[in-house]
C-alpha cells in the first residue's frame, strides 16, 4: 500500500499509477488496431478489383475489428464534456465514470452553452443505469446497457441558483438527482497554526481510496443484512408517509428519490468499510442519520433560503437556533422556544451583536416555515420565536 500521503491526490495519483504500469500495453493495443484497420483498407483496395482472396481477407479482418478490445488509458472523471461526447468517455471506460470540477462549467454545458438548448437525458439515465442508445449521422451507434454517473460539482452560488431556477433543468428531474451541502462559512475561524491531519489519518484515506478504485475490476452485488433490512424498511415507510404533506413543500420530486439515495449511501459506507457484500445495519443507521442533514440542505437550497445575498446568515442562524433548541428543549406548551436574548448571547460575531441584524435571515426562516412568531406581532418587536420541530428530527428531515 502507498505510504507516502502527504499532499496526495488519490484519484489522480491511481490513475498515474495505473496507465504508468500498463504504458506497455496501452501502446501495443494502439498498434494492433491501427494495423488491423491499415489491412482491411489495403483488403478491401485489392476486393475492389475482383480478387477473391482480398475479399475473403476483408470479412476476415472485419470479425477481427469487431471482436478487437482495446487496451485503454484508464480516466476516471473529466471537469467538463457535452452530452454527445460522454457516451464516448463512458464506452472506453467500461461505462462507468464521473464529472468532478471545483467550477460549474458543465451544468452551463447540459444548459445548452454549445448547442443552445438543454441536453440532460444521458445524465439523468446515468443515474439510475438505465440504458442509453445514441445514434447521430456520421458516426456509429452508441449503445450503454448500464451506465453509471457520478457527478462532484463544487459550485459557486450564482452557478446553483441559475440551476436550481432553470425550469428545464428542474422538469426533466436532473438537480432533484443532486444531494447538496452549503457548509457554513470558515471565514475568520481560521488559525495559521492549525494542525495537519495526521499522517495515519491520511494514509489511511488514501488506502481507502485505492481499496474503493481497484473494486472497478471486481463489481459486486451488496444486499442487507437481516436486521439492516428491517431498519431500512422502517426508514423507507416512515419517509414515504411523509412526502405529500406540506412538511415537504417544494422538494417533492427531490424526496421521492431520497430513499435509493440512502441505500447507496449504505452501500458506499460498507464498501469503504470493509469492502463486504452485506450492508450492516450500523452503516444503514449512517446513511439514514446522513439523509437527515442532506434534507435539510435539499429544503434550504430548492426552496431558495441560500441562493441570495443572506444565505450564509440565514444557515448560520438556524444552526445557533436548534443549539439552542436541544440544549433547552420543550418549554410547558410542548414547542421549542428560543428568545432573541439567548441567540445574541450565544454568538460571538461582532455582526450579530444587534438586533436589526437579525432580521433580513430570520425573516428568510419564517417565509420557509423553519421558525415562526406570534400573528399579532412584525418580527422586530417580538422578544422569543419558535422552532419548527421538525427541524430536529433528522430522520424525517
Same mark, same amino acid.
Given at each position: 500500500?502507498?505510504?507516502?500521503?502527504?499532499?496526495?491526490?488519490?484519484?489522480?495519483?491511481?490513475?498515474?499509477?495505473?496507465?504508468?504500469?500498463?504504458?506497455?500495453?496501452?501502446?501495443?493495443?494502439?498498434?494492433?488496431?491501427?494495423?488491423?484497420?491499415?489491412?482491411?483498407?489495403?483488403?478491401?483496395?485489392?476486393?475492389?478489383?475482383?480478387? *477473391?482472396?482480398?475479399?475473403?481477407?476483408?470479412?476476415?479482418?472485419?470479425?477481427?475489428?469487431?471482436?478487437?478490445?482495446?487496451?485503454?488509458?484508464?480516466?476516471?472523471?473529466?471537469?467538463? +464534456?457535452?452530452?454527445?461526447?460522454?457516451?464516448?468517455? @463512458?464506452?472506453?471506460?467500461?461505462?462507468?465514470?464521473? %464529472?468532478?470540477?471545483?467550477?460549474?462549467?458543465?451544468?452551463?454545458?447540459?444548459?445548452?452553452?454549445?448547442?443552445?438548448?438543454?441536453?440532460?437525458?444521458?445524465?439523468?439515465?446515468?443515474?439510475?443505469?438505465?440504458?442509453? /442508445?445514441?445514434?447521430?449521422?456520421?458516426?456509429?451507434?452508441?449503445?450503454?446497457?448500464?451506465?453509471?454517473?457520478?457527478?462532484?460539482? +463544487?459550485?459557486?452560488?450564482?452557478? !446553483?441558483?441559475?440551476?436550481?431556477?432553470?425550469?428545464?433543468?428542474?422538469?426533466?428531474?436532473?438537480?432533484?438527482?443532486?444531494?447538496?451541502?452549503?457548509?457554513?462559512?470558515?471565514?475568520?475561524? &481560521?488559525?495559521?497554526?492549525?494542525?495537519?491531519?495526521?499522517?495515519?489519518? @491520511?494514509?489511511?484515506?488514501?488506502?481507502? @481510496?485505492?481499496?474503493? !478504485?481497484?473494486?472497478?475490476?471486481?463489481?459486486? +452485488?451488496?444486499?442487507?443484512?437481516?436486521?439492516?433490512?428491517?431498519?431500512?424498511?422502517?426508514?423507507?415507510? #416512515?419517509?414515504?408517509?411523509?412526502?405529500?404533506?406540506?412538511?415537504?413543500? &417544494?422538494?417533492?420530486?427531490?424526496?421521492?428519490? #431520497? +430513499?435509493? %439515495?440512502?441505500?447507496? *449511501?449504505?452501500?458506499?459506507?460498507?464498501?469503504?468499510?470493509? &469492502?463486504?457484500?452485506?450492508?450492516?445495519?450500523?452503516?444503514? !443507521?449512517?446513511?439514514? /442519520?446522513?439523509?437527515?442533514?442532506?434534507?435539510?440542505?435539499?429544503?434550504?437550497? !430548492?426552496?431558495?433560503?441560500?441562493?441570495?445575498?443572506?444565505?450564509?446568515?440565514?444557515?448560520?442562524?438556524?444552526?445557533?437556533?436548534?443549539?439552542?433548541?436541544?440544549?433547552?428543549?420543550?418549554?410547558?406548551?410542548?414547542?421549542?422556544?428560543?428568545?432573541?436574548?439567548?441567540?445574541?448571547?450565544?454568538?460571538?460575531?461582532?455582526?450579530?451583536?444587534?438586533?436589526?441584524?437579525?432580521?433580513?435571515?430570520?425573516?428568510?426562516?419564517?417565509?420557509?416555515?423553519?421558525?415562526?412568531?406570534?400573528?399579532?406581532?412584525?418580527?422586530?418587536?417580538?422578544?422569543?420565536?419558535?422552532?419548527?420541530?421538525?427541524?430536529?428530527?433528522?430522520? %424525517?428531515?
Amino acid at each position: 500500500r502507498w505510504t507516502v500521503c502527504r499532499n496526495s491526490f488519490p484519484i489522480d495519483d491511481y490513475t498515474k499509477d495505473y496507465n504508468f504500469r500498463n504504458k506497455g500495453n496501452i501502446e501495443v493495443s494502439k498498434q494492433r488496431y491501427k494495423n488491423l484497420k491499415k489491412r482491411l483498407a489495403k483488403a478491401e483496395a485489392e476486393a475492389s478489383k475482383g480478387d *477473391i482472396a482480398a475479399e475473403n481477407e476483408t470479412l476476415e479482418l472485419a470479425q477481427a475489428l469487431a471482436e478487437f478490445e482495446p487496451i485503454r488509458p484508464l480516466r476516471i472523471y473529466t471537469g467538463d +464534456c457535452t452530452a454527445e461526447k460522454l457516451p464516448q468517455l @463512458m464506452l472506453e471506460q467500461d461505462q462507468r465514470f464521473s %464529472i468532478v470540477s471545483s467550477e460549474g462549467g458543465i451544468i452551463a454545458t447540459i444548459s445548452g452553452r454549445y448547442s443552445g438548448e438543454v441536453n440532460a437525458d444521458i445524465f439523468c439515465k446515468a443515474f439510475y443505469g438505465e440504458s442509453v /442508445q445514441v445514434d447521430r449521422v456520421g458516426r456509429d451507434s452508441e449503445v450503454l446497457d448500464r451506465p453509471i454517473l457520478s457527478m462532484l460539482l +463544487c459550485i459557486q452560488p450564482v452557478i !446553483l441558483s441559475k440551476m436550481v431556477e432553470n425550469k428545464e433543468l428542474t422538469g426533466v428531474g436532473l438537480v432533484d438527482r443532486f444531494l447538496f451541502c452549503v457548509p457554513e462559512s470558515s471565514i475568520g475561524k &481560521g488559525t495559521f497554526d492549525s494542525p495537519p491531519v495526521p499522517d495515519k489519518d @491520511m494514509c489511511d484515506y488514501v488506502n481507502r @481510496m485505492r481499496n474503493l !478504485l481497484d473494486m472497478r475490476c471486481n463489481p459486486k +452485488c451488496l444486499r442487507f443484512s437481516q436486521e439492516a433490512r428491517k431498519v431500512y424498511a422502517d426508514f423507507y415507510d #416512515h419517509w414515504q408517509a411523509f412526502i405529500l404533506p406540506a412538511d415537504f413543500e &417544494g422538494i417533492e420530486g427531490w424526496a421521492s428519490k #431520497h +430513499c435509493g %439515495i440512502v441505500a447507496r *449511501i449504505s452501500a458506499i459506507l460498507q464498501l469503504a468499510e470493509d &469492502g463486504g457484500d452485506i450492508i450492516s445495519v450500523d452503516n444503514v !443507521l449512517k446513511a439514514i /442519520q446522513l439523509s437527515g442533514y442532506f434534507s435539510e440542505q435539499a429544503r434550504l437550497v !430548492l426552496n431558495g433560503v441560500v441562493l441570495d445575498a443572506d444565505s450564509s446568515d440565514a444557515l448560520y442562524i438556524l444552526e445557533k437556533i436548534k443549539c439552542l433548541a436541544r440544549k433547552n428543549g420543550k418549554d410547558v406548551s410542548g414547542q421549542y422556544k428560543v428568545t432573541f436574548r439567548d441567540l445574541m448571547r450565544s454568538n460571538r460575531k461582532a455582526a450579530y451583536q444587534k438586533k436589526t441584524n437579525y432580521i433580513k435571515p430570520m425573516q428568510l426562516l419564517i417565509d420557509k416555515g423553519y421558525i415562526t412568531i406570534d400573528e399579532d406581532k412584525e418580527i422586530e418587536k417580538v422578544s422569543s420565536f419558535y422552532l419548527n420541530p421538525i427541524v430536529l428530527e433528522d430522520t %424525517i428531515i
